[in-house]
């Protein structure tokens, strides 16, 4: 009887996916926290800084206003129009609404386009380091993850040359983008993002660009996969630039084949997008100068971090060109990310994320910085590691 019970209640295996580290990192600086301890928060990617003025006061009036329902499963025709102008505004594209579909953060349009795009059993390519859920949903969901290593050489970016050497050695049906980067911060301008894409196209690999850091770029300008592929599925949000970690609303610029597909998956999956957070998501457009002002504190972060972390010892780290992460080497100090990041939050009270979380390969090796936070904060937390490393 109790072992008929168990097998009711044993986990599938497609569950059996890591840890998203970062939040086991943050849940351990709360408990710090609770006990009266100070901590730097530098763990989870998430802006300090408030959804713009205009999108909270757009979702107060809706709400004085009475009812909230559902919308149309791919949004709001007023917010994808929105959308869809903003791909005029800041890229020069001109982007039919019909293309736009709004989803629960990126995450809803990661789910959503690797459902609409492979089957179960296909390989799909994405850079190493990255952003671990690409791994865990493609597995979660039958797929494979197949890492290509990166380096200096291509700015630690995926070069078309790995992507192509990776699907010669055994086939792959798609590939995800991401520039900025998360971990890494590193960016690829448009001529680099164009050929590989092209190249990607070329050998029948689909193409899925992370956009999730426009507007947070440093270095040069980001482009958009939209602009160089009518074919490419286009995945941001209103997370980071707009400060609207919470809100949970994203959006993907979807090939016309796959509208119908997609509108099909998320009317089964969610219905659609909370109606509160779309409304605000809207008004956000019109906050660009309160975010354009955040965008100038990431800006003195990184100066702070990239002239500071050196002198503690910590002089190893990737291009700092977009997002707000710094990516340090700590192997001077520890081969072990994981006891590094516990001990740095233990004994210097400054949270932050093994390499480990983003690369199963090298990642013991390195360690991510957020600087989404106050400069005070970066001060502080430049100070602190640098007494504790000199113990």
């Given at each position: 009887m109790l072992n008929a019970a168990k097998d009711l209640l044993s986990p599938s295996r497609?569950?059996?996916?890591?840890?998203?580290?970062?939040?086991?990192?943050?849940?351990?600086?709360?408990?710090?926290?609770?006990?009266?301890?100070?901590?730097?928060?530098?763990?989870?990617?998430?802006p300090a800084a408030p959804a713009p003025l205009c999108a909270r006061r757009a979702a107060q009036a809706?709400?004085?206003?009475?009812?909230?329902?559902?919308?149309?499963?791919?949004?709001?025709?007023?917010?994808?129009?929105?959308?869809?102008?903003?791909?005029?505004?800041?890229?020069?594209?001109d982007l039919d609404p019909a293309r736009v579909a709004v989803t629960t953060g990126s995450s809803g349009g990661f789910i959503l386009s690797f459902l609409s795009l492979f089957e179960a059993g296909d390989r799909v390519a994405l850079a190493n380091p990255g952003y671990p859920p690409y791994r865990h949903i493609l597995t979660a969901l039958g797929c494979e993850p197949v890492l290509i290593e990166t380096s200096a050489e291509t700015r630690w970016a995926l070069s078309p040359e790995a992507l192509i050497a990776a699907h010669r050695k055994t086939p792959v049906k798609g590939v995800i983008v991401a520039s900025p980067a998360n971990p890494t911060g590193t960016m690829m301008d448009a001529r680099a993002l164009g050929e590989l894409i092209a190249v990607a196209e070329d050998a029948g690999i689909r193409v899925i660009s992370d956009e999730i850091y426009h507007g947070l770029d440093y270095a040069f300008r980001a482009e958009t996969a939209a602009k160089l592929s009518s074919r490419a599925v286009v995945i941001n949000s209103f997370s980071k630039y707009f400060c609207m970690t919470g809100w949970r609303v994203g959006w993907m610029v979807l090939p016309e084949p796959l509208v119908r597909t997609v509108d099909r998956l998320h009317g089964n999956l969610a219905i659609s997008v909370p109606?509160?957070?779309?409304?605000?998501?809207?008004?956000?457009?019109?906050?660009?100068?309160?975010?354009?002002?955040?965008?100038?504190?990431?800006?003195?972060?990184?100066?702070?971090?990239?002239?500071?972390?050196?002198?503690?010892?910590?002089?190893?780290f990737l291009p700092v060109d977009g997002a707000f992460y710094l990516y340090a080497n700590i192997a001077r100090f520890s081969d072990d990310s994981l006891d590094f990041a516990k001990r740095m939050l233990n004994e210097a009270g400054v949270a932050a994320t093994p390499g480990i979380d983003f690369d199963p390969i090298d990642g013991r090796h390195f360690i991510r910085f957020c600087y989404a936070g106050s400069a005070v904060e970066m001060r502080e937390a430049v100070e602190r590691i640098g007494t504790w490393l000199d113990r």
């Open positions: 497609r569950s059996d996916v890591p840890p998203f580290i970062v939040m086991d990192v943050m849940a351990a600086a709360a408990a710090r926290e609770a006990r009266g301890e100070r901590v730097v928060h530098m763990e989870v990617g998430q809706a709400l004085e206003g009475g009812r909230i329902g559902y919308t149309e499963s791919l949004g709001m025709p007023s917010l994808r129009a929105r959308i869809a102008r903003h791909y005029r505004d800041a890229y020069g594209v109606t509160l957070a779309q409304i605000a998501a809207e008004a956000a457009f019109d906050g660009r100068e309160e975010m354009e002002a955040v965008k100038h504190g990431y800006e003195e972060n990184r100066r702070i971090l990239t002239e500071g972390l050196p002198r503690t010892g910590l002089d190893q």
